[in-house]
């Protein structure tokens, strides 16, 4: 009967101890877990390295890459917006001159980034620059204005809190490059030519798929028509619920009161308890 008893008592005492080392390996695997946002981030690098194996056309004289030189400012977006899964993703086509080319984010208009956001960071130098085009980082002074239009709208639609939009919604762009000819002339995505063009497409599209598939959102929100014509052709995304936003370019045909009529479109779509936090 002793023996039964002190068998049973050791079996208990090494059961604890599995236990506590179960415990104890939990705790050590969730300490160095990679934080959500840096998962995103990885396959933003990997589409990098994909774009930077390819050869650009005689036209392309320059191209930049913020994801890469507005690291620093681009991973603080991530890290303060992006902590998990969200229910929205706004899919812009690629960074404007004067708003991600100069801040690493979105439609990152400087006032929006700097005073509103309160991102700060080191942004560095593209590899090869265009003299018209000079990359200042959060000291430039042009605002972008697709996201001087596109910013203040989401604050207004959030009850006036950005972090209240990012509690269910987050904001990319599709390409992360800019593109100049040898003037500095802008080209977009949609004005590349021939087998370049589709390349660029595919690799971007793929990674949309692998971060749509990370966030697991519900909602897709096409900023523009280029993105939603790529979103079609994605077998993967099809279960989601696709929307086209008219671009907020002022350069865009038929766009004079942007902020007035994409309010009401956000209205008919129902994407204001989404846009709340409210869901």
Same mark, same amino acid.
């Given at each position: 009967?002793?023996? =039964? #008893?002190? %068998? ?12 506590? @080392?179960?415990? @104890? ?12 946002? *840096? ?21 392309? *004289? ?19 917006? /992006?902590?998990?899964? +969200? ?14 080319? *100069? ?29 018209? =085009?000079?990359?200042?980082?959060? %000291? &430039? ?6 996201? #001087? =239009? ?51 497409? &595919? ?9 749509? %598939? ?10 523009? @028509? ?6 079609? +052709?994605?077998?993967?995304? *099809? ?21 007035? #009529?994409?309010?009401?479109?956000? &209205?008919?779509?129902? /994407?204001?308890?989404?846009? =709340?936090?409210?869901?």
């Amino acid at each position: 009967m002793l023996k =039964r #008893k002190l %068998q049973k008592q050791a079996k208990t005492k090494e059961n604890k101890t599995l236990k506590n @080392d179960a415990a @104890d390996e939990s705790k050590t695997s969730s300490l160095f877990a990679k934080p959500f946002w *840096q998962k995103f981030y990885e396959i933003e690098l990997e589409l990098n390295e994909k774009l930077s194996k390819m050869t650009k056309p005689p036209a392309i *004289q320059y191209i930049y890459n913020p994801v890469e030189y507005a690291k620093e400012v681009h991973c603080e977006y991530l890290k303060k917006y /992006l902590n998990g899964c +969200k229910k929205v993703l706004f899919v812009g086509m690629n960074p404007g001159a004067n708003g991600m080319g *100069q801040t690493g984010v979105p439609f990152g208009n400087i006032t929006t980034v700097k005073y509103i956001m309160q991102l700060s960071g080191l942004v560095e130098q593209p590899n090869g620059t265009h003299p018209k =085009r000079p990359v200042n980082g959060l %000291q &430039h002074t042009t605002e972008e204005p697709s996201g #001087k =239009r596109l910013w203040p709208l989401l604050e207004k639609l959030a009850d006036g809190s950005l972090d209240t939009f990012f509690k269910q919604c987050f904001v990319y762009n599709f390409c992360p490059l800019i593109y100049f000819d040898k003037h500095g002339k802008n080209i977009t995505p949609n004005e590349l030519k021939g087998d370049y063009k589709q390349e660029i497409l &595919h690799v971007c599209l793929e990674t949309l798929e692998s971060l749509v %598939q990370l966030i697991n959102c519900e909602i897709i929100v096409a900023v523009g @028509d280029y993105v939603f014509q790529c979103l079609k +052709k994605s077998e993967n995304c *099809q279960n989601k619920r696709i929307m086209k936003l008219p671009h907020p370019s002022p350069r865009a045909v038929g766009n004079q009161n942007w902020p007035e #009529k994409a309010e009401i479109w956000f &209205h008919n779509e129902q /994407l204001l308890p989404y846009i =709340r936090g409210e869901l």
